[in-house]
Nanobody, 125 residues
């Protein structure tokens, strides 16, 4: 059974940091890209960052560049999203998701086959 378990969200002040974790199981990690998406009420789910399980390539949306770092612990099958210098606009439910490593549209949610349950990040001003 494929499972993605996201955790690490919470309430933090502007400028603070959080580290999100996504524990994955039930599939071959190296065959997938793992992505982090954020969703706020009334808006579409948007990509934040993703990492290739095959070669470790990392990708960031402009809003995350320079502040967020995605990494993996392949032995633990866990993907991390270190978020620094958080801003109120980073607030939302963060989901981790897995899609085939060969996909092209890495920021398109429908390209991802498996989703975790989400973890809430709230950044206060």
């Amino acid at each position: 059974e494929v499972q993605l378990q996201a955790s690490g969200g919470g309430l933090v002040q502007t400028g603070g940091s959080l580290r999100l974790s996504c524990a994955v199981s039930g599939f071959i990690f190296e065959e997938y890209t793992i992505g982090w998406f954020r969703q706020v009420p009334g808006k579409n789910r948007e990509g934040v960052s993703c990492i290739s399980g095959s070669d470790g390539s990392t990708y960031y949306k402009d809003s995350a560049k320079g502040r967020f770092t995605i990494s993996t612990d392949n032995a633990k099958k866990t993907v991390y999203l270190q978020m620094n210098n958080l801003k109120p606009e980073d607030t939302g439910i963060y989901y981790c998701a897995a899609g085939w490593d060969t996909m092209v549209e890495i920021w398109t949610p429908r390209e991802y086959h498996y989703w975790g349950q989400g973890t809430l990040v709230t950044v206060s001003s």
